[in-house]
Each structure stands twice: as structure tokens, then as C-alpha cells.
């Protein structure tokens, strides 16, 4: 993601030290957070994107794939606030009911690189040696593939579809994971305490998992909501190009991809869902960067 | 020269490893590739003729040897769509797909330039905290929705520009505008911390101090020196462009190989797909190092890190 700091978190490294003296570094940095205006409206607007979605069939009566020819491209009106598309089905419901499938082929996706992501980087940079060697010339060649373009051969090997594009994704984000992790853990492996717990006669996994992991989670936590944005974005993607979601599905890609054939007689079609993935991956960003200017300003 | 020497000998072993993953594509396909790619409709001989065409008859390593030394010599054997030769089709559209990143590349660097520079001249200003939220924004533009906004606008109802096509120059600039977008912003946020950064250093304060007047020192002193480390984003950014043309490509109908990649997704055409990925994770590894090379060019230090 961006790799230079917000304006709009500024404020972030005010908290008075002598003042948040005994209390610990996540309390400090949800201080900080709160504090930070463009973090709270992106978090706001995540929040309003996950529960429209969540509360879709309390908020609107209209059925997202139900087709209704009587009403095919009615512009937008109190009646259907988004309009309709070429098949007649209100926008405002398959933009509510399409949240939930285009936030969760995010969700899943990022899950998906964790799961693999963060084991290998973390035992990767505490072991080192032999296998850190092998793991990093792995990801070197990973990350020589074009972002887009490595999920786009996994589809093809795949196929298309929306479970597809969620594993296509999550492998695509690992490698710059684990290299993130493992940088991390290098530079908790070298602190006292890790020394201490190995004299202690504390296993490697026991050390791994309640003195290195701890250590390392804050970033982990900070790059996972910008890989969010980046993973929502991509998902949509694909399935604009047709590779994930398949018709009907009320899929954000795919009601855009599919007004765009109507764009002269129907701006609405293609216009007004894309304003939802907009305003959900800015939410995102916005919070992704004030997490990091509150929890780990190094990562700017 | 030692320096120019030993990253192109670490260029072996990573172009030997793109190939490998590259031709692995075929067999990581779940279930019988030849059945995948005749899309189930074959007839036996039918089947057999693909996969012997394909060399899947014979040993994997004689297969991935012959896959490297064709590939080196630029064949990709035939589209099991069209029939026709990967690498003419690869000759015919990688010009378009080249021309629309670096169009894409000169809008990004303008705009992500000037929005940074004055970001940064007039840090923790409105003005700075407009800037930088107008390059969020950038970052989270979804390119197909924003490229589809550009032709509603520009083509549909104020018809200044073609809304498909790539017949002339005038064809170029809502899709570099589009495929720019994500990447001028990234460059505006680099080019903004580095310039603080910049700003803070000694010199800066010395010209300063004796009486530079701002402006100039900007553009003399501040700025060419902030541009070392936005060279290096500008190069992945050209980079990553050629993964985000497919997108683009099909907004726009732009005859790249993105489009090419997609319609052979699509075919199930393994040949197609190999080219396509290989030529591009190759240009991607190329232009990193021609910026590796130009950065330790422009700062001697790194060379010697």
C-alpha cells in the first residue's frame, strides 16, 4: 500500500508520554486512534458498508435476483433510490445484498494469506538459515509476477468463480506477507526477553507463540486492513472481467460489468454501485493508515 | 561495471524460476489439462493430437527443457483457440499494451509529482490535507468503475474523446488517465514524505538561512534530491501497470495482452496464458533492475550497501 504518512493523523504521536505512563501499547495506540478524524470516518464508513450489508433483507423488500421486466431501467426515484438494471431488479438491493459477497471474497481472501502468510514468515525469521533461505527465494519469485496477473494464471488454472478468486488472491498476497513477518520477527528475535525465554528452556514453538507472535501482531494488524482494501479491490475486479462472481449474483464487479453495455441509455447502472466499492476501499484505506500512524508509525 | 555484472548473473536463476512456475501452469490444472482446454468436447484423437502438440506425452523434464528453449527463442507453441502462434499474437498486441503503461507511467509521474510537491510546500495546510486526501481517493478508485465514469463524461455526454478504440492518439488518453490514476497517487504520497524529508536536511536549512528564496530552492535543491527514492516506486509502478491493464483493456477495448490474457482464460488457452504471464513477469523483472541499476546510479551509496 501507500507508503507515506496522512496528514490527517498528525496528530497521532501527541499523546502525552508521562500521560499514558503504566498503560500498554495497545491502549496508547487505540488513544491515538480515536483521536485520528480520518480513521474514525473511514472506520464509520466500513462499519455502515458492513451492517447495510448484514441488515440487507430488513432494509429492502426488493428480491437482488428476482427479474422484473416491468420496470427494466427505471431511473433513480424515491421507489428505487439507485434505479433499476436491464433486467428490471432494484439496484439498491443488489448493492445492499452484494456487499456481503464482495466484503467477504476480501475477507476470505486475506484469511487465506494469513493462514499460510504468517506461519512461514514467523518460523522463517526465527529459525533462519537453511529453510529462511529457501522460503525467501521463494517469495523473491513470487513477487516477480505482477500483482493482478498472478491471480489472473491461478483463475486460469482454476477457473472462473468466486470461490476461485478468493484463493487466487489470498495466494497471491502471501509472499509479500511472510516477507513482512519475517522482517518483523528478525528484529524481536535479536531482543532480550526472546534470549531470556530460550536460556528458560522454553520449545521454539512455545516462544514463537506467546513472545515473538505478540511482538510482531500490531503491524500484522495494520497491513491486514490495507490488504483488505487491496484484496476488496482486486475481487471486484476479476469479477467485472467476468473470472468471479457468475450471473445472477449480486457481486459489486459484476453489476458494474454489467450496466456497462447500457451506459448511454442507463448511467445509473454502472455508475451508482461503483460508488459503494469506492467508499468502502477509501474506509478502509482511511483506517488502514490511521492504525498505522497509531500503532506502528515505522511502517510509513 | 562488478555492480552491473553481478545483478545481471542473480538475473539466471530468477528467470530460470519464472519459467519453471510458468510451465508448472499447465499441470497444476485439477484434472486432465487437455480435457480442460477442449472444454470437455474433444474426441479421443482430438485429445490425444492437443497433448502431444503440447509435449504433455512426454517426460516432464524434457518438457520443461523444450519449454525453456523455445521460449528463449521466442516460440510459445500454438493457441489451441485460434491455432495460430502465441508469440505472433504476443508481437501483435504487446506494442498496444507497452504504449498504454507508458502514457499511463508520464500521467502518473506528472500528477503524482506536482500533487506531492505542493503537498509538501505547504505541509499540514488545507491544501495538504486536500492533496493527500484527493491521492486516497486515487488509491481507491476501483479502474474499471473509474474508467467507465471518464467515457460517461468525456465521450457520452460531452464527446470530447472516443470512448473504445485505439486507432489514434486522442484513443490513449482516457485510458492512460484511468491505468495512471492508482499509480499518481502512490507517487504523490511517496514524492510528499520525501520532500519533508528533504526539507529537513542541513543544506536545505544553509540555503536557507542564506537567503535561496523558497521557490527556487524547491525546484533546485529540495525536489531533485527527493526524486531519488520516487524513481525507484515510479519503476515498480510501470511495473505493476502491465498487471493493471487487463482491466483497463477491457473497459476500453484496447487490443493489449491483458485483453489477450483474459479472452484465453476464457478459451481455457494454457499456451496463451503461459505466454502472456512469462513476457510480463519478465518485463516486470527487467524494468526492476533497470531502476535497481539507475538508482545506485543516482545515489552511490546504495551500491556499496
Not at chain 1, 190 to 210: P, S
Request: proline share 5%.
Amino acid at each position: 500500500m501507500a507508503s507515506a504518512s496522512s496528514p490527517a493523523t498528525s496528530a497521532a504521536g501527541t499523546v502525552d508520554e508521562t500521560r499514558s505512563a503504566g498503560r500498554s501499547h495497545w491502549a496508547i495506540g487505540f488513544a491515538r486512534l480515536r483521536r485520528n478524524t480520518g480513521a474514525v470516518a473511514g472506520a464509520c464508513v466500513v462499519l455502515c458498508f458492513v451492517l447495510a450489508s448484514a441488515l440487507a433483507p430488513w432494509i429492502t423488500d426488493d428480491d437482488p435476483v428476482q427479474v422484473q421486466f416491468e420496470q427494466r431501467f427505471a431511473a433513480p426515484s424515491w421507489r428505487h433510490p439507485l434505479g433499476t438494471d436491464s433486467f428490471g431488479r432494484d439496484l439498491l438491493s443488489r448493492v445492499l445484498y452484494g456487499g456481503g459477497l464482495s466484503l467477504s471474497v476480501g475477507l476470505i481472501a486475506i484469511a487465506i494469506s494469513d493462514v499460510i502468510g504468517i506461519p512461514l514468515g514467523l518460523v522463517s525469521g526465527y529459525r533462519g538459515g537453511r529453510f529462511d533461505n529457501v522460503v525467501m527465494r521463494i517469495v523473491d519469485l513470487w513477487l516477480a509476477f505482477p500483482g493482478l496477473l498472478l491471480a489472473i494464471a491461478i483463475v486460469a488454472i482454476l477457473g472462473p468463480g468466486l470461490q476461485n478468486v478468493m484463493i487466487a488472491i489470498g495466494i497471491g498476497g502471501v509472499p509479500g506477507l511472510v516477507r513482512l513477518v519475517r522482517g518483523q520477527v528478525l528484529s524481536v528475535r535479536a531482543l532480550e526477553f526472546v534470549d531470556a525465554a530460550r536460556v528458560t528452556g522454553g520449545g521454539d514453538a512455545h516462544i514463537i507463540r506467546t513472545h515473538v507472535f505478540p511482538n510482531v501482531l500490531a503491524p500484522i494488524v495494520v497491513l491486514t486492513t490495507l490488504r483488505l482494501a487491496g484484496a476488496i479491490l482486486s475481487g471486484v475486479g476479476l469479477s467485472f472481467l467476468g473470472l468471479g462472481a457468475q450471473p445472477p449474483a449480486p457481486e459489486w464487479g459484476a453489476i458494474v460489468a454489467e450496466g456497462r453495455s447500457y451506459l448511454r441509455e442507463a448511467w445509473w447502472v454502472s455508475t451508482l454501485p461503483g460508488v459503494a466499492i469506492f467508499l468502502t476501499v477509501m474506509g478502509f484505506n482511511l483506517l488502514g493508515d490511521g492504525l498505522r500512524d497509531a500503532f506502528d508509525p515505522r511502517l510509513r | 561495471m562488478v555492480y552491473v555484472a553481478r545483478r545481471l548473473l542473480h538475473l539466471v536463476p530468477v528467470l530460470l524460476g519464472i519459467s519453471f512456475l510458468v510451465f508448472l501452469l499447465v499441470h497444476l490444472v485439477p484434472g486432465d489439462p487437455v480435457r480442460i482446454m477442449l472444454q470437455d468436447v474433444g474426441s479421443p484423437e482430438q485429445v490425444a493430437r492437443v497433448r502431444e502438440q503440447l509435449g504433455l506425452d512426454r517426460p516432464i523434464y524434457v518438457q520443461y527443457v523444450t519449454f525453456v528453449v523455445r521460449a528463449a527463442q521466442g516460440d510459445f507453441g500454438r493457441s489451441i483457440h485460434t491455432r495460430r502462434p502465441v508469440a505472433q499474437e504476443i508481437r501483435y498486441r504487446m506494442p498496444f499494451t507497452i504504449r498504454m503503461a507508458v502514457a499511463a507511467t508520464l500521467v502518473a509521474v506528472a500528477l503524482g509529482i506536482v500533487l506531492g510537491a505542493i503537498a509538501a510546500m505547504h505541509h499540514q495546510s488545507a491544501l495538504d490535507y486536500g492533496t493527500m486526501v484527493i491521492a486516497l481517493a486515487g488509491v481507491s478508485l476501483p479502474s474499471f468503475w473509474f474508467g467507465l465514469v471518464l467515457i460517461l463524461i468525456f465521450s457520452l455526454h460531452l464527446r470530447w474523446l472516443p470512448p473504445t478504440g485505439a486507432d489514434s492518439a486522442l484513443h490513449l488518453i482516457l485510458p492512460a488517465i484511468t491505468l495512471g490514476s492508482g499509480a499518481a497517487a502512490i507517487i504523490a504520497r511517496l514524492t510528499r514524505s520525501s520532500m519533508l524529508e528533504v526539507l529537513r536536511q542541513d543544506y536545505v536549512r544553509t540555503a536557507r538561512a542564506k537567503g535561496v528564496p523558497e521557490r527556487r530552492m524547491v525546484y533546485r535543491h529540495a525536489l531533485k534530491n527527493a526524486m531519488i527514492p520516487v524513481i525507484s516506486i515510479v519503476g515498480l509502478q510501470f511495473a505493476s501497470l502491465l498487471g493493471g491493464a487487463v482491466i483497463v483493456e477491457t473497459v476500453f477495448g484496447w487490443p493489449g495482452i491483458g485483453r489477450l490474457a483474459v479472452d484465453a482464460i476464457f478459451n481455457r488457452d494454457i499456451p496463451v496464458i503461459q505466454a502472456v504471464v512469462l513476457v510480463a513477469a519478465i518485463i516486470f523483472v527487467l524494468v526492476n533492475l533497470l531502476v535497481d541499476l539507475l538508482y545506485g546510479w543516482l545515489d552511490p551509496r546504495i551500491r556499496y550497501t
